[in-house]
């Protein structure tokens, strides 16, 4: 069953409308970058995320669970809750997205410096 460009003129059923609903946010491509280097904890990703706060990083977390793209364990060893967090398969999707859009960035960029135009 093809999937026909011209049938997804409404924004809620557009494939990149819906790719970026699952990305967006300032916090989201860090997360899943740092995910996908290895599993955290909170607090390690936490830390390792300069500027985010507790809130939005957990609020962050739980979309992406929700979408599908993290994994939640939680372990408790000795009395202690230890949660970690990680990219799911279907998460680890994503790279190839990220990679693209890092590289028009880039471009983008560079284009910004060359007509002096600086983004608003």
């Not at 706060?53 to 000795?78: C, I, P, S, Y």
Request: glycine share 10%; hydrophobic share 40%.
């Amino acid at each position: 069953m093809g999937i026909r460009r011209d049938s997804y003129i409404e924004r809620d059923r557009c494939p990149v409308y819906t790719a970026m609903r699952v990305i967006e946010g300032r916090w989201k491509p860090m997360i899943c970058r740092r995910l996908g280097e290895r599993a955290r904890g909170f607090g390690d990703l936490h830390r390792a995320m300069a500027g985010v706060t507790a809130k939005v990083l957990r609020e962050h977390l739980r979309q992406l669970e929700a979408d599908g793209v993290v994994a939640r364990t939680a372990l408790r060893r000795n009395r202690v809750l230890r949660v970690s967090y990680a990219l799911t398969p279907y998460g680890r999707t994503l790279g190839p997205v990220f990679e693209t859009l890092w590289s028009w960035g880039v471009k983008h960029l560079e284009r910004e410096l060359v007509t002096g135009q600086a983004a608003t």
